[in-house]
């Protein structure tokens, strides 16, 4: 009788183990976020300009406001339970994360967004970044299509573009260049 209690016992503590484990890593996933780093200065270089950017302000509406060296707002993002926004409320990545989802731009129905990838590795001048979840935007009614990519606690680090201007081959647009504490 005392080997079945013990049996018992230590099959509980097992699945309470296990239980807890599950829970602290889905805890530990929900509070990966992929807002930029309020406590760095980033570097982005777009086309042929470089812009510097930090973190200016929380606006009314919860967007972490990012400006340039004059102070000129540049963008904004907000996260919530859902996804991440940009300053045009567009929802940039739908939460929770996982490849193949796929979701449409809630003001232009023509904008098709697809996570082609969560666990990308992938290196700019700024340097290498893991776990990068890589957005797919498509306009349906043409050819074009933008890859965004995000870093966790980084935010965006990279985007190309194909589309009539770039006659149609995946280009750089935007680069994290450089990364550093403010």
Known sequence: MKNIIKIVLSFLLLVAFTISSVSLSADASKKTSYLMNKKKLYTYSQYSDVTTVKFKQKTE???DEWVNKNDIP???YKETKN???????NKDISYPVKKGKVWYDKYNKNYKYKIIDSKRTIKTKAGTFKNVIVVKENNT???GYSVSYYAPNTGIIL????????KY??????????LKNK
């Open 61 to 63: 509406f919860g967007y």
């Open 159 to 166: 985007l190309t573009r194909s589309d009539k201007t770039t």
């Open 141 to 143: 009614k043409s050819k």
């Open 83 to 89: 996804g991440l926004y940009d300053s045009f409320r």
């Open 74 to 76: 540049c963008f904004a």
């Open 169 to 178: 081959k995946a280009k750089k647009v935007v680069e994290l260049i450089k």
